[in-house]
């Protein structure tokens, strides 16, 4: 699979650096924009909703704590799951009423956690006591049976006491309640958010709404957050291999040249230079630009992401330099004194691949991250 996706990764960098001839260069730019969405799960988006509004923090908060800049995982196991979705509640004049469309959850994902993001603001001082003792007040969750504010009021989700002066997110566990809409095909439900049952001294007032909007501030809007495993093995299981003929097809030599060429004055300088280096297995920068395909209006981190190849040949003896596998060492002893017509060389080939995080909006203009693994040559090796 890694494989696969180094060469696709490389024909895209071809295309891009005019190496292949330009009656060419149209089709295969297609044809690998076309696999690249294959390869991501995103060839059923279209992207046509609009413009997207910023992203919440949690989400941008959350890139930065699984991934680098560079996309590249941090420590692997951080993130539940290999996906997330955020979904914005849709907008309705009560202010304790939460409708979220969840449309867009795949039949291939199975729910791990389920979170209720409410954001709610310290309580105005006319409210308090000149003493300023606190008080404290009942939050409650509640199913609604319907996607508007009239709907049924179902059972009772979640609760919480809080102080009135206390503010900040309120994270509510609802995974029970959205696995059973899922299941059951109830696009329909909604959430709704109460804040009663004062506790502690009396005040003058028995409501207390759980604000959405601040001074338009939309990252304080409320969220759903879905933390999902992702089950589709992705297109590869099931697609072509990407053997010699098919590569030969597309007029891609045996040993790509070294194609960071984004800094024209040193192109020639640095194949000068790569002819001095040994032609033994090693790994070679690949970088993939989001906006080259045309993904940098929706892809929000990174902008791009350095996939790497390995390049090389693994000729005998073997050293330690090569990183080679005691069968890649015995297998070139075969070769090189042809004890054995049927053997082949070994190859050079990843041996340390790394995963990539993306975080983009889906066709709703939500926010989804998701982890691919096995996306980044890390290291390379003779096996």
């Given at each position: ?358 975080l983009y909006y889906d066709d709703f203009n939500n926010v989804v991250l ?14």
């Amino acid at each position: 699979m890694g494989v696969a996706l180094l060469w696709k990764s490389l024909l895209f960098l071809l295309c891009c650096s005019g190496i292949l001839s330009t009656p060419h260069r149209s089709w295969k730019m297609k044809m690998l924009i076309d696999e690249m969405e294959r390869l991501f799960n995103m060839e059923e988006l279209d992207h046509k909703s609009g413009t997207p509004r910023r992203p919440p923090t949690f989400m941008t908060n959350l890139f930065r704590r699984v991934a680098y800049p560079s996309g590249i995982s941090k420590t692997e196991g951080i993130l539940i799951g290999n996906m997330v979705r955020s979904f914005e509640e849709k907008v309705h004049i009560n202010h304790s009423h939460f409708f979220f469309n969840l449309s867009s959850v795949g039949k291939y994902e199975k729910i791990l956690r389920a979170e209720l993001h409410v954001f709610k603001f310290r309580q105005s001082q006319k409210f308090l006591n000149e003493d300023k003792s606190l008080h404290y007040n009942r939050v409650e969750v509640h199913e609604l049976l319907g996607s508007t504010p009239e709907a049924e009021r179902g059972s009772l989700l979640k609760s919480r006491n809080l102080s009135l002066r206390s503010e900040g997110w309120l994270v509510f566990d609802v995974t029970q309640t959205v696995n059973d809409w899922i299941r059951g095909n109830l696009s329909h439900r909604s959430f709704l958010v109460l804040t009663t049952q004062n506790v502690g001294p009396p005040l003058n007032y028995n409501y207390h709404r759980t604000d959405r909007k601040w001074k338009n501030n939309e990252n304080r809007n409320s969220l759903l957050v879905l933390f999902t495993q992702n089950e589709d093995q992705g297109p590869l299981r099931n697609g072509y291999m990407m053997n010699s003929s098919y590569l030969e097809s597309l007029g891609l030599p045996e040993f790509p040249p070294n194609l960071n060429v984004s800094h024209g004055i040193r192109k020639t300088r640095s194949i000068a230079k790569n002819e001095s280096i040994p032609k033994g297995c090693q790994k070679a920068p690949l970088y993939v630009d989001f906006e080259k395909i045309g993904w940098s209006k929706w892809v929000i981190s990174p902008k791009g992401y350095q996939a790497n190849y390995c390049r090389g040949k693994c000729l005998f003896p073997l050293g330690h330099g090569a990183e080679a596998s005691n069968h890649a060492c015995f297998l070139s002893f075969v070769v090189r004194f042809k004890l054995d017509p049927n053997v082949s060389r070994p190859s050079c080939v990843p041996r340390k691949l790394n995963s990539i995080n993306l975080l983009y909006y889906d066709d709703f203009n939500n926010v989804v991250l998701k982890q691919y693994k096995d996306m980044v040559a890390d290291s390379c090796s003779c096996q």
